[in-house]
């Protein structure tokens, strides 16, 4: 298989995410809350965000596979996917 046929596969999965993110996006007069205080670690997208990419590299052999073969890829799906999510939020995790 090529790389961009992994990357692919690879992304099909990452569409799972979807379906938690309508759960976990509450807007932001929901969620608004003292300067110094910060968000419960449930409603981080980036503690979402890497807690599946972990599921998925444990149970789906394809994403086994790909991280396997491609280890500088697969960081820098989960290093970039990071830095969207943290440019994305003006909270910190309390």
């Given at each position: 298989?090529?790389i961009?046929?992994?990357?692919?596969?690879?992304?099909?999965?990452?569409?799972?995410?979807?379906?938690?993110?309508?759960?976990?996006?509450?807007?932001?007069?929901?969620?608004?809350?003292?300067?110094?205080?910060?968000?419960?670690?449930?409603?981080?997208?980036?503690?979402?965000?890497?807690?599946?990419?972990?599921?998925?590299?444990?149970?789906?052999?394809?994403?086994?596979?790909?991280?396997?073969?491609?280890?500088?890829?697969s960081?820098?799906?989960?290093?970039?996917?990071?830095?969207?999510?943290?440019?994305?939020?003006?909270k910190?995790?309390?």
């Open positions: 298989m090529s961009f046929t992994n990357i692919a596969n690879l992304l099909k999965l990452l569409k799972v995410w979807n379906i938690f993110k309508s759960a976990f996006n509450k807007s932001k007069e929901e969620t608004k809350m003292p300067a110094n205080q910060g968000k419960q670690w449930y409603q981080s997208m980036t503690i979402w965000a890497n807690a599946l990419l972990a599921v998925l590299a444990v149970v789906q052999p394809q994403v086994q596979g790909f991280i396997s073969a491609h280890p500088e890829v960081a820098i799906v989960v290093t970039i996917s990071n830095l969207l999510l943290r440019l994305r939020t003006d910190p995790v309390a």
